[in-house]
T-cell receptor, first 115, second 113 residues
Framework: AQTVTQSQPEMSVQEAETVTLSCTYDTSESDYYLFWYKQPPSRQMILVIRQEAYKQQNATENRFSVNFQKAAKSFSLKISDSQLGDAAMYFCAYPESSGNTPLVFGKGTRLSVIA | DTGVSQNPRHKITKRGQNVTFRCDPISEHNRLYWYRQTLGQGPEFLTYFQNEAQLEKSRLLSDRFSAERPKGSFSTLEIQRTEQGDSAMYLC???????????FGPGTRLLVL
């Protein structure tokens, strides 16, 4: 079975500081996509960042960037200059197979931002 | 682009009753997905459609659950003879096609008493 492991159930960061959320996954596919989603309290899930596995360059979106290590099957999310609005559950996810796109999610990391 | 919408947002029902949820995907997105999320967990896949065809159903989807997407636009998820274990957030997502990002709706929170 495909699995996604987020080993940090909870993290906290001071406002304006940097935090890294970890994610490891298990797939036998060679070409796939990886996603980080954010789910604020009582609000809907939104995409933070997306990485194509065939690209060696790490994806970046403003203050969000990833460290993608394909051989190690690791996909961590770095949030720079943390803001109070970054407080949320963060989920790592990837499609269950190359020919099928339902996503497999990790259990999430709850991020708190301290003012 | 108005995003994915779901109705109702909240549903409280008694055990044994039937409930139906609706999802309206982003216009022209041909893939539509249903997930279930319980407290403290990530979403788990239930079923998905490409246009009106239901392509896959998870083993989580018991025979009390049925989903349709009759015209390839909106979708409904029905749960018959609800059980307390069905209490969860039911999420709908849509995407333009294979490999594309899935966009999620706000979810329907079900509580079975």
């Amino acid at each position: 079975a495909q699995t996604v492991t987020q080993s940090q159930p909870e993290m906290s960061v001071q406002e304006a500081e940097t935090v890294t959320l970890s994610c490891t996954y298990d797939t036998s596919e060679s070409d796939y996509y990886l996603f980080w989603y954010k789910q604020p309290p009582s609000r809907q899930m939104i995409l933070v960042i997306r990485q194509e596995a065939y690209k060696q360059q790490n994806a970046t979106e403003n203050r969000f960037s990833v460290n993608f290590q394909k051989a190690a099957k690791s996909f961590s999310l770095k949030i720079s200059d943390s803001q109070l609005g970054d407080a949320a559950m963060y989920f790592c996810a990837y499609p269950e197979s190359s020919g099928n796109t339902p996503l497999v999610f990790g259990k999430g990391t709850r991020l708190s931002v301290i003012a | 682009d108005t995003g994915v919408s779901q109705n109702p947002r909240h549903k409280i029902t008694k055990r044994g009753q039937n409930v139906t949820f609706r999802c309206d995907p982003i216009s022209e997105h041909n893939r539509l997905y249903w997930y279930r999320q319980t407290l403290g967990q990530g979403p788990e896949f239930l079923t998905y459609f490409q246009n009106e065809a239901q392509l896959e159903k998870s083993r989580l989807l018991s025979d009390r659950f049925s989903a349709e997407r009759p015209k390839g636009s909106f979708s409904t998820l029905e749960i018959q003879r609800t059980e307390q274990g069905d209490s969860a957030m039911y999420l709908c997502a849509s995407s333009p096609g294979f490999g594309e990002t899935q966009y999620f709706g706000p979810g329907t929170r079900l509580l079975v008493l």
